[in-house]
């Protein structure tokens, strides 16, 4: 079966640093990898999608950005936090087109 | 655009009753939705999906009802355990299109 790992799982930073979240994948091969957040008291908002190796699909302008340099791997990165990117991050599994997301245990990032 | 909206951030129920989860959608072109459970720490896992061809898909003790004309999704979980005790976030659409609700936390008092 398939295994998202992410972390860390809890990371404070000051506005203005950098941010590098990482999520790989085990028991799959080329899946559709996705980027979730999830601010205070919302709903999970799609950030970032990717469909392959270094094939990334942006879905809210911001100052984030995603990367994906091997298959299953699936960076979520930031030059310079703001205070509204505080929340909570998921890295979604597509294991098959249409199929449920399964969902990583999420990292809680408060920009300080 | 689809917007899906849970209006009851919390529920509480006793266990073996019945639990009545409800969520609304504003785009009838969406044909898919999904219901997913969230410990804390973890990320949401997926629960039950019905497709806008079927107005009722049960699995065990959970039953995802869907209601069309009024756009309307509720999940019915019966008999509720403690073990059912999370934050329950319906969502509509395909992956690259997925959008969740805020979550209604249910707790299930033994």
């Known amino acids: 079966s398939q295994t998202i790992h992410q972390w860390p799982a809890t990371l404070v930073q000051p506005v203005g640093s950098p941010l590098s979240l990482e999520c790989t994948v085990e028991?799959?091969?080329?899946?559709?990898l996705y980027w979730y957040r999830q601010a205070a008291g919302r709903g999970l908002q799609l950030l970032f999608y990717?469909?392959?190796?270094?094939?990334i699909s942006s879905e809210v302008p911001q100052n984030l950005s995603a990367s994906r340099p091997q298959d299953r791997q699936f960076i979520l990165s930031s030059k310079k936090l703001l205070l509204s990117d505080s929340g909570f991050y998921l890295c979604?599994?597509?294991?098959?087109?249409?199929?449920?997301?399964?969902f990583g245990n999420g990292t809680r990032l408060t920009v300080t | 655009d689809q917007q899906v909206k849970q209006n009851s951030p919390s529920l509480s129920v006793q266990e073996g009753r019945i639990s009545i989860l409800n969520c609304d959608y504003t785009n009838s072109m969406f044909d898919y939705f999904l219901w997913y459970k969230k410990y804390p720490a973890e990320g949401p896992t997926f629960l039950i999906s019905?497709?806008?061809?079927?107005d009722k898909n049960e699995d065990g003790r959970f039953t995802v009802f869907l209601n069309k004309s009024a756009k309307h999704l509720s999940l019915h979980i019966v008999p509720s355990q403690p073990g059912d005790s999370a934050v329950y976030f319906c969502g509509s659409g395909s992956a690259r299109q997925l959008t969740f609700g805020s979550g209604t936390q249910l707790t299930v008092l033994p």
């Open positions: 990717s469909v392959g190796i270094g094939q």
């Open positions: 028991g799959t091969s080329n899946p559709n």
């Open positions: 979604a599994l597509e294991v098959a087109y249409n199929s449920p997301l399964h």
């Open positions: 019905i497709s806008s061809i079927k």
